[in-house]
């Protein structure tokens, strides 16, 4: 009988520290309040136009790829510092803002591309950014690239799915190679994520 009231016991024990931690494994995620960062990433998605007619502009859309998602921030107790270090609570999908800014892109030709920029140099200013999905102090639907910076010290993609696309006018001085380049992200923190375009032809 007395073995029975004691398993009794420890069993409602059991249940009240289960309940408790559960509680407080919610209270230190807090995942229904995102809490920046989110996401960091290694690699880009880089899409393209391979062929340029006449009259039309060279285009590039850039997001994020090899995507992975960082743990959110705990509240500062030592209740929920003990949980998160055991646990280790996250976040997945519970947010669309990566951890590191852009502070510029650069667009780098394996070939000279125009006669005021020299070889190995990005052709950044001959190119223009879509502000369509950010905040910022310019009505123009593109605005040249180099001059993001004027209207964000730091900008970021709009989100996971919808990539910066950045454009050009400019014909390279020999339309009769097809050109390769990379396409690099320099972040905030001084890294670079780079991604590659090939066989690009002018008409």
């Known amino acids: 009988m007395l073995k029975r009231v004691l398993l009794i016991y420890l069993t409602c024990i059991t249940i009240v520290i289960i309940q408790s931690c559960c509680g407080i494994i919610q209270d230190c995620c807090e995942c229904t309040q995102p809490i920046e960062p989110f996401f960091d990433y290694n690699n880009l998605d880089v899409t393209y136009s391979k062929t340029i007619q006449p009259n ?5 859309d850039i997001k994020p790829d090899s995507v992975f998602w960082l743990s ?18 996250s976040c997945n999908g519970n947010g ?16 000279i591309f125009s006669e005021l920029i020299p070889l190995n140099a990005s052709i950044t200013d001959l190119f223009e950014i879509s502000t369509f ?28 799915t919808n990539g910066i696309l950045i454009r050009t006018k400019s014909i390279p001085i020999d339309k009769n190679r097809n050109y390769n380049f990379i396409i690099q992200i320099v972040r905030e923190n001084q890294t670079i994520i780079e991604g590659d375009i090939s066989g690009v032809a002018w008409n």
């Open 56 to 60: 039309q502009v060279f285009t590039i």
């Open 72 to 89: 959110n921030k705990p509240k500062n107790t030592a209740s929920s510092m003990f949980v998160s270090s055991a646990l280790a609570c």
């Open 96 to 111: 669309e803002i990566e951890k590191f800014k852009i502070s510029e892109i650069n667009i780098i030709p394996d070939s």
């Open 133 to 160: 999905q950010y905040s910022s102090r310019t009505t123009e639907e593109f605005v040249p690239l180099n001059e993001m910076s004027d209207y964000r010290r730091f900008f970021n993609y709009p989100g996971l």
